[in-house]
Antibody, heavy 120, light 108 residues
Framework: EVQLVESGGGLVQPGGSLRLSCVAS????????MNWVRQAPGKGLEWLSY????????YYAESVKGRFTFSRDNAKNSLYLQMNSLRAEDTAVYYC?????????????WGQGTLVTVSS | SYVLTQPPSVSEAPGQTARITCGGD??????VHWYQQRPGQAPVLVVH???VRPSEIPDRFSGSNSGNTATLTINRVEVGDEADYYC???????????FGGGTKLTVL
């Protein structure tokens, strides 16, 4: 069974930092391109960042470029999202999601999400 | 940049057919994917590549795509289908998924 399990969310003050993790199981993680997607309370889905299977290509949304860093460790089947200089508008549920292998770009599996709250 | 436009809400009575649209410039030449998100849960893929249904998704769900509009159709809609639905394409110019704003389906 494919599983993606995020962790690391919580309450952080504005300007603070947080590191999210996503552990994958049930598939050959090292073959898959991955994404972070977030959802602010009552809002829609917002793509944040993409990393290819070998970490040679990483893209960021403008809203987080320069503040967030996406990385992966294929040996540990893990993704990481280092979030710095956090703002109130970063408050959201953060999901990791896999891009279906050799596909037209749909996200076939999603984690359950981890909540990040930025507030003083 | 490319924009996907969805109606904020759609309502339908149980047993009827619900149609949720996703508009985009010449979207018919793109592959469109659909996700269902029930309250408090993660999104779930219900249709990919315009009309392909994952095996675990009921055949009441179907999709189509032509011209400037893609459509997710849910036949014999049930109360359990109440959810937010998002369309998505892959933005090949910037290599990332692009989502529509989402449509809240209410089954009255």
């Amino acid at each position: 069974e494919v599983q993606l399990v995020e962790s690391g969310g919580g309450l952080v003050q504005p300007g603070g930092s947080l590191r999210l993790s996503c552990v994958a199981s049930g598939f050959t993680f090292s073959n898959y391109n991955m994404n972070w997607v977030r959802q602010a309370p009552g809002k829609g889905l917002e793509w944040l960042s993409y990393i290819n299977s070998r970490s040679s290509i990483i893209y960021y949304a403008e809203s987080v470029k320069g503040r967030f860093t996406f990385s992966r460790d294929n040996a540990k089947n893990s993704l990481y999202l280092q979030m710095n200089s956090l703002r109130a508008e970063d408050t959201a549920v953060y999901y990791c999601a896999s891009v279906a292998y050799d596909s037209s770009g749909y996200l076939d599996f999603w984690g359950q999400g981890t909540l990040v709250t930025v507030s003083s | 940049s490319y924009v996907l436009t969805q109606p904020p809400s759609v309502s339908e009575a149980p047993g009827q057919t619900a149609r949720i649209t996703c508009g985009g410039d010449n979207i018919g030449i793109k592959s469109v994917h659909w996700y269902q998100q029930r309250p408090g849960q993660a999104p779930v893929l219900v249709v990919h590549d315009d009309s392909v249904r994952p095996s675990e998704i009921p055949d009441r769900f179907s999709g189509s795509n032509s011209g400037n509009t893609a459509t997710l159709t849910i036949n014999r809609v049930e109360v359990g289908d109440e959810a937010d639905y998002y369309c998505q394409v892959w933005d090949s110019s910037t290599d990332h998924p692009l989502f529509g704003g989402g449509t809240k389906l209410t089954v009255l």
